[in-house]
């Protein structure tokens, strides 16, 4: 032991000089950028800020979350320091930041470092977990199955299983549950329901929920899934202590969910082989149209056309289902909570939607329905589907704003640190959207408005772009935007058309 001691004391002598050098070279940028520090939240715990973790798991068991995140930010104002377990984390939800992160300093942010390491055994590498040139691979792969035409030809199976959906709504002024029947409608994996549109937009196959015909091998996928996306999670809360996440129930599902996506992507990888033997162009068209008929190709086929490697198919396509998970669903459901609680924005609807007559509006028809559309904006305004997002710095960088005690200062971002904003408090900000901004009020869309008393009531998505992100921004902004857009409308069209 005593020959150990030398070794032990320098070594922390050498922890304790570098942390030194660390922090005046920190401060030395710092200053040198005319950058000041941001306010910050006065932790109990000043070294792992385990306070404020712990305080957070509170009010999101309790279902606080997100009133609780408004709190926070009207009490230490648009942007504060955070410790993550001594990482450095900055919250803001300044519009100047978010153009910095998102757009014009986009290559010093990323996500790999969050998020690979902890779902690296559920979904690999792919456009969710990497970044740079990798992170571009994955997105060039999956672009293609988002083109107008294959959502176009989507909406066909949709209406089918929309059909189903309105059967089971009762006729006689019964109440119904909408929320479990737009997410068996729409969705992906929930607690209960492997749901039919987008397992057949992703895979190519439907499973049958909304006529009880999920099979045993899906359901236990189902729950596989949603067991493995939530241990995923979790492990990112835990950041650098995920390893304490042991858990062989969820590497378990980690192996069902793998298995089961496989036999999807041997599919895949035989079509691939059926295509690439055609002769001709008609050869393939004629192949797509005895495979698909009508339907949209699936994402799946779409990406085997680009890569032979099952396993970046299969990342691949998880990480579409975790994407796709809920997000028109979730849209849905909060459309029509809104509406049965606002009589007469229904009937206005209503309204422009018996206007068209006889008429099945097309997809371009259905995103130029104005009030419709001031609808959809104006829910993922209030109810955004993805409230919380973050990124972690690259590279040391700054912040334009947020630093001194006025908050106008730009911050130093040393390497590492966390970025965190919530899509919830940007949309609530009477700042930006008056004083009636957590009214739901579809006409502060529309730039003819003529009782707008407030110039943000008087706006157009194109000049809001930092403003308002419910699909996020910039180059990573979500690539299913129109699909999710697109298939909410038609489905409230068509409710709103049968009943009254």
């Known amino acids: 032991m005593a020959l150990l001691l030398p070794f032990l004391v320098t070594g922390v002598c050498l922890f304790v000089t570098y942390y030194i050098y660390r922090y005046l070279q920190n401060l030395y940028l710092a200053r040198s950028n005319g950058c000041l520090p ?40 648009p942007t504060f320091q955070t410790n993550l377990f001594g990482t450095p984390s900055i919250n803001t939800i300044e519009p100047e930041n978010l153009q910095a992160v998102y757009s014009n300093d986009f290559q010093n942010w990323g996500v790999e470092p969050l998020r690979l390491p902890a779902q690296d055994p559920f979904c690999g590498r792919g456009f969710i977990t990497t970044d740079g040139p990798a992170w571009e691979h994955s997105r060039a792969l999956l672009k293609p199955g988002f083109n107008r035409a294959n959502i176009v030809a989507g909406l066909e199976g949709l209406g089918k299983a929309l059909e189903k959906m309105m059967d089971k709504i009762p006729s006689d002024g019964g109440t119904v549950d ?82 089961f996506a496989d036999k999807y ?108 559309q001031n609808i959809l904006k104006e829910t993922l305004r209030l109810h955004p589907i993805f409230p919380p997002m973050n990124r972690i710095a690259l590279n040391p960088t700054t912040l334009p704003r947020g630093g001194g005690p006025q ?42 408005n003529p009782n707008s008393t407030n110039d943000h009531n008087n706006m157009s998505e194109s000049n809001m772009r930092w403003h308002y992100m419910p699909f996020g921004a910039g180059p990573r902004a979500c690539v299913g935007k129109y699909k999710a857009l697109g298939e909410a409308a038609f489905v409230v069209v068509r409710i709103v058309r049968r009943f009254e």
């Open 38 to 77: 941001p306010r910050r939240y006065p932790h109990k715990d000043p070294f792992l800020g385990l306070d404020f973790f712990l305080e957070t798991g509170k009010i999101f068991s309790e279902n606080r979350y997100l009133p609780e995140l408004l709190t926070r930010y009207n009490t230490y104002g």
């Open 178 to 259: 909408l929320q479990a029947l737009f997410f068996d409608l729409v969705s992906v994996p929930g607690p209960h329901f492997y749901l039919d549109t987008s397992t057949e937009f992703l895979f190519g196959e439907s499973y049958g929920a909304l006529s009880n015909l999920t099979s045993k091998d899906s359901q236990a996928f189902m729950d596989a899934f949603d067991y493995a996306m939530f241990g995923s999670g979790f492990r990112i809360a835990l950041g650098p202590f995920k390893f304490l996440y042991q858990n062989s129930k969820w590497r378990e599902a980690c192996k069902i969910t793998h298995a």
């Open 265 to 372: 992507v041997q599919k895949a990888l035989e079509y691939r082989q059926s295509v690439m033997s055609d002769s001709s162009p008609n050869d393939k068209d004629n192949d797509d149209a005895s495979r698909f008929g009508s339907r949209s190709k699936p994402l799946l086929y779409h990406l085997a056309l680009q890569t032979s490697s099952p396993l970046t198919l299969r990342n691949e396509i998880l990480q579409a289902l975790m994407a796709a998970q809920g997000t028109t669903a979730a849209l849905l459901s909060n459309v029509f909570f809104l509406l049965a609680r606002h009589p007469s924005v229904w009937q206005k609807l209503r309204q422009e939607v018996l206007a068209l007559g006889d008429e099945e509006p097309d997809f371009d028809r259905l995103l130029h329905m104005k009030y419709l």
């Open 407 to 448: 908050g106008l200062s730009p911050i130093y971002i040393p390497k590492n640190t966390i970025f965190d904003t919530s899509s919830h408090v940007l949309h609530r900000q009477p700042s930006i959207w008056g004083p009636d901004a957590n009214i739901f009020n579809p006409d502060r869309w529309d730039n003819d």
